[in-house]
């Protein structure tokens, strides 16, 4: 091949990979979440829109940055010795990690990560897609909490009727085995102590009742 023909090759080339990386850019700005690349050293060689409304910083200011710009410092251990080695080896991984924003505010996120090759199947780099889990652990925190507070209130709750209802059955018992040998007086008091436990006691269950259905409404209005 002459000098000319060779020259049109490596041009035609060139031009191929140029619209391959253009038509790649085209398709990570219309991904709705956040997709980072890097190379092998950790370096950001691509960041879609999504990734500024997500970390703040504009492609101009992330690419070329080490990918550690968006992990709190605490976390570059766990990044360079257990995430990128991970990752290298597993070839594709998912973490849960808190990640930091440009006005250096936190989230929780969830970062699907995958290699990239070349054609020849050689690993040159990095992609990650990152979302915000935030609102998920929130909901996840809030559950347990209110969880333990169910726990708590019906332990509460065990223990409030435990008692009355305790004391009306020994009542009744000892009613039942010596009712022959009291007298109407005697037994007009202890009956009338059982009807005002039992009495107190049906006043506690309407209130949980009504209780209930409150939150009730209160889960519909807020669905």
């Known amino acids: 091949m002459s000098d ?10 060139k ?11 085209q398709i990570m700005e ?4 956040s997709v980072i690349t ?17 970390f703040q910083y504009t492609p101009e200011e992330a690419i070329g940055e080490n990918i550690s710009l968006v992990y709190p410092e605490e976390s570059y251990d766990y990044l360079n010795q257990e995430i990128i080695p991970g990752l290298l080896s597993k070839k594709r991984m998912e973490v849960e990690i808190s990640l930091l924003r440009k006005d250096q505010t936190r989230f929780d996120a969830m970062v699907s990560l995958s290699v990239l ?9 990095m992609i990650g897609y990152t979302l915000d889990i935030s609102a998920r652990k929130k909901a996840e925190a809030a559950l347990i909490e209110a969880k333990a507070t169910k726990d708590k209130f019906f332990s509460l709750l ?7 209802i305790g004391g009306v059955s020994e009542l009744l018992n000892f009613m039942r085995e010596r009712h022959t040998s009291m007298s ?16 107190s006691t049906y006043a506690l269950l309407e209130d949980l009742l009504t209780w209930s259905s409150t939150q009730r409404c209160l889960i519909y209005t807020s669905d």
């Open 184 to 199: 109407q007086e005697d037994l007009h008091v202890q009956i009338s102590s059982c009807a005002d436990t039992v009495g």
């Open 4 to 13: 000319q023909g060779q020259q049109a090759s490596d041009q035609n080339t």
């Open 38 to 54: 890097v190379d092998l050293n950790g370096k950001i060689t691509g960041w879609n829109h999504a990734s500024f409304r997500l």
């Open 30 to 33: 219309q991904i709705r979440d």
């Open 117 to 125: 090759t070349d054609r020849e199947g050689n690993t040159n780099g």
């Open 15 to 25: 031009n191929q990979i140029e619209e391959q990386i253009r038509f790649q850019s």
């Open 158 to 164: 065990a223990h409030d009727l435990n008692g009355p």
